[in-house]
């Protein structure tokens, strides 16, 4: 459970939200909702010469995502899953993302955990392991490879519209906030293009019927035009990647209402490192081919109108480039966009009003920086720039080491 407790954050350079800017104010949390005034005898913060804004949220985060090789992320002991998920979810917090969306992991467990205030962490939303055809993106198996795999930490293969319904049911009854599907090929997958839909129409309509009649919704792992149609016109309400995008694909997204949720992090984190922490060569290739497209494609559906939420997908060791996330959505979508989307545009993607915004009733989760983001946008992302993180209401100690 979230730590609720109450601080006044006087003086600072408040955020209002993307067209408004910031506004000198004194900041009021009472209880771990920001609030118009405080009771006598609340902590607190000075905050002259710093800009607060709303918590950050990562909408594309792997608790179990432990490491390159696929099939350990997939078998390995559960409970180290969860230890060192306990330290990657603890690690977000530190860096100011005080809200995560586990979208392919995380389990019951995991959130029980995070509720009973065992470890630091974000608010925790998942959606446990995610939906892969047979030799789809959620697959581990090489071709050459003759071994039976159904279910992971992070995928299960389900095949069938029954199959999927039951499953789907599952997830909703074991806590789930949505339901991740794989309708496209992926990097870390051996034996699927990326560009290829995957999923029939009838089984992808099967799972967003039943996660909509849950009042929940579907987002999908998609890369190209071809399999982003697909998933939107079964009932897809938001799109994880997107890379390789085109103008007409972008165009009905908007129309429909899709979301999408850039994840330019893992790309650039791939690219640069996988080598090293011994990612195989078939996804270093299919990394170069949506790499450089990442940017151009965030740009493209804001132009078109889309909806944009930001997400890092970061395995392993990787995960400590989070915030270089932060940077290049800044170099994308510019400064405003960027702090919109990891705000107030993920905050409409998970669907609850008390994020992403510091009005009265939000959740009183902000981060204090040292510099104006709008001005000064490494103030966002710098690792060793004075930042301070509140998490309803109360300051988030360091994680001990």
Known sequence: ???????????????????????????????????????????????????VVPGLIDAHFHAYGLGVDQFENERGPLSYAALKGARRLGAAQQRGFTTVRDVAGGDIGLRRAVDDGVFASPRYLFTGPALSQTGGHGDPRSAHVDVCFGHGHMCDVVDGVDALRVAVRDRLRTGAHA??????????????????????????????????????????????SESVLHSIENGVRCIEHGNLIESAAAEEMARRGVFLVPTLATYDAMGRRGAELGLNEISLAKNAE???????????????GVRLGFGTDLMGDMEDDQLRGVRLQVEAIGAEEALHSMTAGNAEILGDSALGHLGRGAYGDVVVLDGDPLEDPAALWEPDARRRVVQGGAVVDPIPV
């Open 1 to 51: 459970m979230v730590r609720s407790s109450s601080l006044v954050i006087v003086g600072a350079q408040v955020w209002q939200g993307r067209g408004r800017g910031f506004a000198r104010r004194d900041l009021v949390i009472v209880d771990g909702r920001i609030a118009e005034r405080a009771p006598d005898g609340v902590p607190v913060m000075d905050g002259a010469g710093a800009w």
């Open 179 to 224: 339901i991740k599907v794989m309708t496209s090929g992926g990097v870390f997958s051996l034996t699927d293009p990326v560009r290829v839909p995957q999923y029939s129409a009838e089984e992808l309509r099967a799972v967003c019927d039943e996660a909509a009649r849950r009042g929940s919704y579907v987002t999908a792992h998609s890369y190209s």
């Open 290 to 304: 949506v790499l450089d497209r990442g940017k151009d494609a965030a740009a493209l559906a804001l132009a078109a």
